[in-house]
Structure formats: C-alpha cells, structure tokens
Nanobody, 115 residues
Framework: QVQLVESGGGLVQAGGSLQLSCAAS????????MGWYRQSPGKQRELVAR???????NYADSVKGRFTISRDNAKNTVYLQMNNLKPEDTAAYYC?????????WGQGTQVTVSS
C-alpha cells in the first residue's frame, strides 16, 4: 500500500522560509501529477501547488511567486519550498496526487507562521 509522509513543517516568523518534503513508499510520484494541499481550521482543504510528470507547475494565486514545487523521481519525493511566509499560510500541509485520492491522505505537517 502506498503511503505519503510529509515532513519539514514548523514554527517560523513572517518572512521566513521552510521546505516541506513528501516521501512516497512506492513509485506513485514518478507517474502522477502531484500536489501540495493545505487546510487551516474552519476552512476547506485547498490545492496550493501542483507539478505534472512533465514538470509543468501551477500555483494558487495566494502563493504564486513565494512557493516552489519540485520533484525528485529517483527519491520518490516531492518538495515545497516556501519563502516569504505570511501568517495566512498557517495550516496543515499535505501532499497527494492531483486530483487527490482518499487512499493517499497522510498525517500532514503543520506550518505555523507568527506575525
């Protein structure tokens, strides 16, 4: 069974940076469009960045120019580099395929940005 494990979250001041990692137990990263999602209390989970197998990337308007998604197929890992973080970026971050599969939601990694 494929598992996705997110890591790299933490507490950071506004303007700071974090890099999130999503490691897959199988080869799911190689063949699929992968996405980073986030969910904050009281809000729906939203897609913030996606990357296709052909390395085409798309971003939500709220993170465009600040976040960068990348992938390393050899390591079955997807990354999210987050720069110039804002308090509104505070959320639990998850990776999944795009469109997301119920079977692949992991525990997520918490990002908290203080003002």
């Amino acid at each position: 069974q494929v598992q996705l494990v997110e890591s790299g979250g933490g507490l950071v001041q506004a303007g700071g940076s974090l890099q999130l990692s999503c490691a897959a137990s199988g080869s799911i990263v190689n063949a699929n469009t992968m996405g980073w999602y986030r969910q904050s209390p009281g809000k729906q989970r939203e897609l913030v960045a996606r990357i296709t197998s052909g390395l085409i990337t798309n971003y939500a308007d709220s993170v465009k120019g600040r976040f960068t998604i990348s992938r390393d197929n050899a390591k079955n890992t997807v990354y999210l580099q987050m720069n110039n973080l804002k308090p509104e970026d505070t959320a639990a971050y998850y990776c999944n395929v795009d469109p997301p599969s119920h079977d692949f939601w992991g525990q997520g990694t918490q990002v908290t940005v203080s003002s």
